[in-house]
């Protein structure tokens, strides 16, 4: 119990902590899946190559046009022409994360986020357990304030960048992570600071931020805000502009259509197999293959008589419509429906709904509702896949009572791209777990989570 109160001091001190449960010790996983896990990162940003390369071969027509029609389904046309631009064409997110689910027949990644939050949290954590416990911590104490740190010398082609890291208010429960982040960052001796989009100071001369005694030039500006949210952020359009005029550098790149959920439906359209397997070589083909879900665009499309939804089958027998899934028994539906992307809904687990943790009536609603938003706010259907049964110990906080906790677990790996161009390393720097009771059919922070780090 020490141990625990010794760890929700040092998070409640750093300003992290918001409320979940806390366990004395990392959660364990064995050597050959951290052994995966740590080889994962070159895979995905590999996938990420892959599949910008696509959406640009699809515009230009050496692939198929719908390929980047559903990418750009519901976005402003001024974003898609600038994501378009030559100069932005190589950027590519310098951040990886998947969400792992840690099933009993392997590991299944059901969604990546390339602006994903946790970063200043799990870099505490690993602080925090590495002063109270004996277990190697994937990544090690500092890993995770090293290679962000790492990652943005490199994306800003700068070995002492000044760093901005701009928080909207539509993020703002992020910001005690990324204001603690850039403090240790500073006082490894670098200038970072974790500022809102209206602090940010525009001059045609590049964009500058105020360090409480003097003006600073920004070298890089790591966006922590969504691509959907752009109209509510201030100056986004000069922030835009000074990275078009190449005043600024800027990352995660304003690409929506690698922030798209529905990119895993095209890895595993067979209308697409051929060209994933030219450019991703068939290792890396068949791993991620068996790591990615099976996922659908839900297009309201009308479907030939002789048509099937590729791969979609209900009882045995193949889906032709997705009227087809209305009628499924609970048993049928182990499913869940999300919005792909470019939504408030998108992300946080906002806006998933499971299948068979619903009536089928609520079921039906949200097929139709899916098909209905097709055009502004497209959504997936993907498979989904149980969490194998994990243990682990936690403090109780109304008796300071140590319990133990049956549950699922979902291993979040954060990646950095760090290094120069032509010698990219892709390294994972830490591990968030998040255990939820078995109860609760979708993983993710509540209250009732235990978090903490991983380690073997």
């Known amino acids: 119990m020490d141990q625990c109160l010794q760890i929700k001091n040092r998070l409640i001190e750093d300003g992290v902590y918001i409320h979940w449960r806390i366990s004395p010790e990392p959660f364990r996983i064995n050597e050959r899946e951290l052994t995966f896990i740590e080889s994962l990162g070159a895979y995905l940003h590999k996938f990420y190559k892959a599949s910008n390369k696509l959406y640009y071969e699809s515009v230009h027509g050496r692939q198929p046009s719908w390929v980047s029609e559903y990418l750009d389904q519901g976005k402003p046309q001024a974003l898609i022409e600038y994501s378009r631009m030559n100069r932005m064409k190589g950027l590519l997110p310098a951040v990886i994360r998947p969400d792992i689910i840690l099933t009993e027949d392997g590991m299944v990644a059901t969604e990546l986020d390339s602006v994903p939050g946790g970063i200043g949290i799990t870099g505490s954590l690993a602080r925090a357990y590495s002063f109270t416990s004996k277990s190697d911590i994937a990544g090690g104490r500092d890993g995770m304030t090293e290679g962000f740190l790492n990652m943005l010398k490199s994306a800003a082609h700068n070995s002492d960048p000044v760093i901005a890291i701009v928080v909207s208010q539509e993020s703002k429960d992020y910001k005690p992570e990324m204001e ?129 939804i590729p791969g979609l089958e209900v009882g045995g027998m193949p889906v032709t419509k997705w009227s087809d899934l209305k009628d499924t028994t609970q048993a049928e539906r182990e499913f869940v429906i999300k919005p792909s992307g470019f939504s408030e809904l998108a992300w946080g687990s906002r806006g998933v709904v499971a299948g068979h943790d619903i009536s089928q009536k609520v079921w039906g609603d949200t097929i139709e509702k899916a098909l209905m938003d097709f055009n502004k706010n497209p959504r997936i259907l993907q498979e989904y896949h149980r969490g194998r049964h994990v243990e682990v110990s936690y403090m109780d906080e109304s008796s300071h009572e140590m319990n133990k906790m049956p549950g699922r677990v979902r291993l979040c790996p954060y990646y950095f791209v760090e290094g120069p161009l032509d010698k990219e390393d892709v390294r994972l720097r830490g591990i968030m777990a998040t255990i939820c009771p078995l109860d609760k059919k979708l993983i993710h922070g509540m209250e009732d989570a235990v978090i903490t780090v991983a380690g073997a």
């Not at 850039?182 to 200038?191: C, E, H, P, Q, S």
């Not at 920004?218 to 359009?237: A, G, H, P, T």
């Not at 895993?264 to 991703?280: I, S």
């Open 180 to 308: 603690w982040m850039a403090k240790v960052i500073r006082d490894a001796g670098f200038r970072a600071w974790c500022i809102r989009p209206e602090d940010v100071i525009f001059t045609e001369g590049g964009l500058f931020l105020n360090d409480g005694e003097d003006r600073q030039r920004i070298d890089i500006l790591y966006r922590f805000f969504e691509l959907f949210d752009l109209k509510n952020v201030s100056k986004v359009e000069l922030i835009m502009y000074s990275a078009k005029k190449r005043e600024v550098a800027v990352t995660p790149p304003f690409k929506p259509f690698l922030e798209e959920k529905l990119l895993y439906a095209l890895f595993h359209h067979p209308g697409l197999k051929k060209y994933w397997l030219n450019e991703l070589g068939e290792e890396t083909f068949t791993l991620l293959a068996n790591l990615f879900p099976a996922t659908w665009i839900l297009d309201p499309g009308e479907m030939p008589p002789y048509g099937v």
